[in-house]
């Protein structure tokens, strides 16, 4: 790293102690920035990199519940407004027992960039909870988002900030909490969360586009080789929405998804997951995945070990942040897996990142790769404000072209600042970029 760039990162370190996953997305920009900063030296000027690397604001707030049994719970609330130079603060809330500052805080960092190369008019911003949603009945999950929203209506507005879902808050989520803030702010304000419930203002294509925008990018890289996904084994790893719709998108593409996972374990099914089945057991039923082994022969459930283990063409890890470490790269690599494209957020850690790029396999980061969910959370948002509804076709079109957008904005940078092929660079190069001219056309603000 050029010195300017780690002096920034050297103060991100001693101000946010502790945060390690903060630390480790902040390393990753910083250090693509290098060629950047050396082809255009202003964007180190006017402390604009120091600006860029501290939340604009930090919500964090008591979330006090009851409950069946009429026990009182108290767990934590969080909401990072980290940049509005592109539009209003933009980003997931993420309910589960491993949230803390500095999680909610990577990952406000990593929407910057991804909302900046959808080109939606999209801020960076992230929230969520240490609440657990497993194992909790409707009304204990109603009452904790109706709590956990009474503090955030203060916060947000469909021109201020709009938080989604992201894991552990789904539709069912979305609604209780939308119903709250319709309850005490008396607006029905459609565009201030999305993930919306189709009946009232939610997106086609909404519940599938992180998925599907993961292997459409997973596609695209192919395209450059000459390659596709047609006949190509898939590991994905993961159970949740990103991993459902990804092995929904990969088999109309033609390849052959064979894992999927949970914090239980992963299941592989030679013959090809069962799409319909994992949709019941996860979506219906709230089940776990060896709730799928039971009624699927042949398939098997693995409880040690990693979903990497499992040798294939490509690889989705879907699941959650370093899930794919140097050790799991490395196993990869040797089972032959030539294409990586994360639908989770930061998946990979910086080792098997380095593996990856080492071997000189197509590598699509998150930022770039999963962008698609809120790509279309953005094209949710213009169809609440135009009042209007597309339908399915309509939604996924334009995903696809922005998913293809990103792309090849991710390639040009990369040829741009040196390094052709390195979806890394590309990405963070380019969001960065188009958040920095904004950011200096508003002034120091
Ligand atoms: N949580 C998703 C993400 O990581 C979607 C955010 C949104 O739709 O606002 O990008």
């Not at 993961?214 to 990103?242: P, R």
């Not at 094209?379 to 339908?391: I, P």
């Amino acid at each position: 790293m050029q010195d300017v760039v780690e002096k920034v990162y050297e103060q991100v370190v001693a101000r946010n102690r502790g945060e390690v996953e903060f630390h480790q997305a902040v390393h990753e920009v910083l250090e693509s920035l290098d060629p950047v900063i050396a082809k255009h030296p202003h964007y180190a000027e006017g402390a604009l990199l120091e600006r860029i690397v501290e939340p604009e604001r930090q919500i964090m707030f008591r979330v006090p519940w009851v409950d069946d049994a009429g026990q009182v719970h108290v767990n934590r609330g969080f909401r990072i407004e980290f940049n509005s130079a592109l539009g209003p603060y933009k980003g997931g809330l993420r309910f589960h027992p491993s949230v803390n500052a500095g999680i909610i805080k990577f990952l406000g960092f990593e929407q910057i960039f991804k909302n900046a190369l959808t080109a939606q008019g999209i801020g960076g911003g992230k929230g969520g909870s240490d609440f657990d949603p497993h194992g909790r009945s409707d009304a204990e999950v109603m009452r904790f988002c109706q709590s956990f929203m009474t503090e955030l209506q203060r916060h947000i507005g469909p021109s201020t900030d709009v938080p989604a879902g992201d894991i552990g808050v789904g539709g069912r989520e979305i609604g209780y909490m939308f119903g709250q803030y319709k309850r005490i702010r008396n607006s029905y304000d459609a565009g201030v969360l999305t993930g919306k419930g189709l009946a009232w203002g939610g997106s086609l294509v909404r519940t599938e586009a992180t998925g599907y925008g993961a292997v459409l990018f997973a596609q695209s890289m192919l395209a450059t080789k000459g390659d596709s996904l047609e006949g190509k084994k898939v590991i994905v790893s993961g159970a949740g929405n990103v991993a459902i719709y990804a092995i929904e998108k990969a088999q109309q593409l033609g390849a052959t998804p064979i894992t999927f996972s949970d914090s239980s374990g992963y299941v592989v099914d030679e013959a090809g997951v069962d799409l319909e089945l994992l949709k019941q057991v996860k979506e219906v039923e709230r089940g776990r995945v060896a709730d799928y082994v039971e009624r699927r022969p042949g398939a098997r459930l693995v409880t040690g070990g990693s979903v990497w283990d499992v040798p294939g063409d490509v690889a989705l890890p879907c699941a959650t942040q370093n899930e794919l470490d140097g050790d799991a790269a490395a196993t990869l690599l040797r089972g032959g897996c030539g294409v990586v494209s994360e639908g989770a957020n930061m998946p990979s850690t910086p080792e098997a990142v380095e593996a990856f790029q080492k071997a000189g396999i197509l590598f699509g980061p998150g930022k770039a790769a999963n962008a698609g969910g809120v790509a279309t959370s953005a094209l949710e948002m213009e169809q609440n404000a135009g009042r209007t509804r597309w339908d399915f076709a309509t939604a996924e079109a334009k995903l696809t072209g922005i998913m293809a957008d990103i792309h090849d904005s991710c390639v040009a940078a990369a040829e741009e600042y040196g390094r052709p092929g390195d979806y890394v660079l590309g990405a963070n190069a380019a969001g960065f970029t188009r958040v920095a001219d904004v950011m200096i056309a508003h002034g120091i603000v």
